[in-house]
């Protein structure tokens, strides 16, 4: 078989899975913008956690894109870290990046103020060769991007790859393929220091990554922490090369708050994960094959809501998920789910009922998620925000 007919017959897998996802694909509002704002109408007394839900991502939206002004104009071989630095001293501004391959051998630290940007998402690579080992092996943490301790960045319309391993990750191309212990469940061995992130935003606020492709990560494809008012929409995220036990190949958010996850697409990878203090996240209106994982002791109201979860054979979890409970803490209290159409691999729907809203048990004596015994929503959704799709 030739990799032109190979390629095409996995593209048609995808739109043929996207095809049964209606309520995923079909009129989803793109959360998130400068457009957006709550509706008070919306509110119920029986939900008051709705208010900060409402809250969650960068603060009054993300503006529209001629809204900055673009301060270097990059090609492929021009020093992405210093012309960030450059925009920085200048106030900020985009740095764009034209049409082609950047590689990255060292982390790019992203600055305040600043935005990068590619001019086509397809055709902007950035193919990374930063090399790490695992943190619990005597390393450090280190990514592609870094956004540390920084205010107002964005990340908009790239391709980020993976490219310092002569081999492919283990994970399978069929929904339906078996299960395979190697695939979560032993270590990458080929390469013991492919450990790095794609993208990891630190200690920050008001950040913003959309319509991005992040396929192939060394580590996590996203990894948030201690960070609040973030906004990721938009984006593929497709496999990762470490993503055994140990807390590997995440989309990954620890200790952060006010975190809006809206419209991503997010497959091959170990776990889409809620954990370890983090409070007032909304996942809403992505498409995933993987696990919604509330980790390791979050603190407790987060929204998920409209998702379509679809998990393969080979996957090792449910579709929703709490970590398991000789390793790890359980959920935060009144973490809800509404709405959700989630099957798990065995093709039992998981918390979906329409018009039942779903609490995740922080008792590890119950079930993962149990009916709340609440009514509906008034307004039939949990997240009272309207967009007016004119401002961005």
């Known amino acids: 078989m030739t990799s032109t007919l190979l390629n095409l017959l996995k593209l048609c897998l995808v739109v043929a899975v996207l095809l049964v996802a209606p309520g995923w694909l079909i009129a989803q509002i793109i959360y998130g913008s400068s457009g957006c704002s709550i509706d008070t109408n919306l509110l119920d007394e029986n939900y008051p956690a709705m208010r900060e839900w409402a809250k969650a991502g960068v ?6 894109a001629a809204t900055w002004r673009i301060k270097r104009r990059l090609s492929p071989g021009d020093d992405i870290q210093t012309a960030v630095e450059q925009a920085a001293k200048k106030g900020g501004g985009v740095v764009l990046l034209r049409k082609g391959i950047y590689p990255v051998y060292h982390t790019i630290h992203l600055l305040s103020n600043t935005i ?12 990374v060769y930063v090399h790490g080992t695992f943190l619990r092996y005597g390393g450090k943490r280190t990514a592609a991007l870094h956004i540390g301790k920084q205010t107002n960045v964005g990340i908009e319309n790239l391709t980020i790859e993976y490219k310092g391993a002569a081999f492919e990750p283990y994970d399978k191309d ?26 990891w935003i630190d200690s920050s606020k008001n950040c913003w990554v959309q319509n991005c492709n992040l396929v192939k990560a060394g580590c996590d494809p996203m990894h948030i922490t201690r960070s609040e008012h973030i906004t990721c929409r938009n984006n593929y995220i497709d496999r990762s090369y ?30 889409f994960a ?9 996942a809403i209106n992505n498409y995933l094959e993987v696990d919604i994982n509330f980790h390791d002791g979050d603190n407790g109201n987060c929204l998920v809501q409209g998702n379509f979860v679809r998990i393969p054979r080979w996957h090792s979890w449910s579709a929703i998920q ?71």
């Not at 990954?252 to 991503?264: F, M, V």
């Not at 809620?274 to 909304?282: A, L, N, T």
């Open 59 to 64: 603060e009054g939206g993300i503006k529209p």
């Open 116 to 127: 990068l940007r590619g001019e086509d998402k397809a055709q902007v690579q950035l193919h």
């Open 174 to 199: 069929s929904m339906q393929a078996a299960w395979d212990i190697a695939v979560y469940h032993q270590r990458e061995k080929r390469d013991t220091s492919l450990f790095v992130d794609h993208i």
């Open 242 to 271: 470490n993503k055994n036990d140990g807390g590997m190949g995440y989309y990954n958010i620890i200790g952060s708050q006010y975190i809006l996850i809206c419209n991503e697409h997010i497959r091959r990878i170990r776990h």
């Open 274 to 282: 809620i954990h370890i203090g983090s409070q007032y996240i909304v």
């Open 322 to 392: 709490r970590g398991d409970p000789r390793l790890h803490r359980p959920p935060g209290r009144d973490n809800f789910l509404y709405n959700n159409d989630a099957m798990n691999k065995d093709g039992k729907m998981n918390a979906s009922l329409k018009h039942t809203v779903y609490k995740m048990d922080p008792d590890w004596k119950g079930k993962s998620t149990t009916a709340s015994g609440k009514p509906g929503p008034k307004g039939n959704t949990l997240y009272p925000v309207i967009c007016n799709h004119t401002n961005g």
